[in-house]
């Protein structure tokens, strides 16, 4: 049996840096985001994941660079992983608004095996440890991202070591390297509040492909934004998000429904909530006042 080392993410719009490090500053704001998603509910040891990253821009160099940070905390069964990972980008400006990034991210990869409470046939079975065992590796990434206000679009790689994680003396995990590649844009529907916002992920290991299409109806007004959007896999499941945003805080809960035979009711849960403020102390007129003789 063999299965993807990456969490699937439903909303992964909204967590574009656990894919691609090309992100981090590019969008000249301090982006916070954190997700808690539980797979395949009803399931014993399915899959619940945490990830909490932050990223922003680093003014005070030229040409404008970024920086990231962002830590994962992934249990399956008796498996648990997680990864602390640091993410630099270098910005180049392509017109007013477009940026194009190049982005690489050093990981630090945990894994650790814990038996108890594994119900073994033969309890001396040497495939499986008799106590907790844990090992480290360190890992790569890196990313090409292009980001326009109303559209981006990013090719990545991960796991470019492909790290071989050793648990003891008997077991071992092998993780391989997987490639993504996201796109999405931001329709305004002419003089009204609504407005469209479609996008697709691809994920491959080069044996095997994911795809994802994904589109929001977004419902703009005073600072306000209410969202409600689809999603599909095909063979593999069909998602329904919703949420919204105030002041630069963002909630979004969206349920992943499977539909390639595990049950309507087993399905993947996942809570999103994110946080955006523009940092730039520097930008042009920041300080600007008008006279009171010349309103």
């Known amino acids: 049996m063999k299965a993807q080392w990456d969490v699937q993410f439903s909303d992964y719009t909204t967590l574009k840096s656990f894919y691609n490090p090309g992100v981090a500053g ?3 704001l301090l982006n916070v985001a954190g997700t808690y998603s539980m797979q395949m509910m009803g399931y014993k040891g399915a ?7 932050a990223d922003c821009p680093i003014y005070f160099l030229t040409p404008r660079h970024g920086a990231g940070l962002s830590f994962m905390s992934d249990k399956i069964g008796m498996f648990s992983t997680t990864r602390l990972g640091l993410q630099y980008a270098f910005n180049f400006k392509l017109g007013k ?9 050093g990981a630090l990869l945990s894994e650790s095996i814990n038996p ?7 309890q001396n079975d040497p495939a499986f440890p008799t106590s907790t065992v844990t090992g480290n ?22 796991h470019l070591l492909a790290p071989t994680i050793l648990l003891g003396e008997k077991n071992e995990v092998k993780v391989d390297r997987v490639y993504y590649l996201m796109g999405g844009c931001n329709i305004k529907l002419k003089n009204t509040l609504f407005s469209l916002a479609p996008s697709f992920l691809v994920q491959t290991d080069l044996q095997s492909w994911r795809e994802d299409i994904q589109c929001k109806f977004c419902i703009d007004y005073d600072g306000k934004r209410l969202y409600a959007g689809v999603g599909y896999s095909p063979t593999i499941s069909t998602t329904f998000l919703v949420g919204g945003s105030f002041h630069g805080i963002c909630l979004g809960y969206s349920y992943q429904l499977y539909t390639s035979g595990i049950g309507a009711a087993n399905g993947s849960h996942e809570l999103v909530l994110s946080y955006q403020v523009d940092l730039d102390l520097f930008k042009k007129g920041r300080n600007a006042h008008k006279s009171v003789r010349w309103l």
């Open 26 to 28: 590019t969008d000249g």
């Open 47 to 53: 899959p619940k994941t945490m990830f909490v990253a």
């Open 97 to 105: 608004k477009s940026r194009l990034a190049v982005g690489v991210q």
């Open 116 to 122: 108890s409470g594994v119900e073994l046939i033969d």
């Open 137 to 158: 590796k360190f890992d790569m990434g890196t990313g090409v991202y292009f980001y326009h206000p109303r559209y981006f679009l990013g090719l990545s790689g991960q």
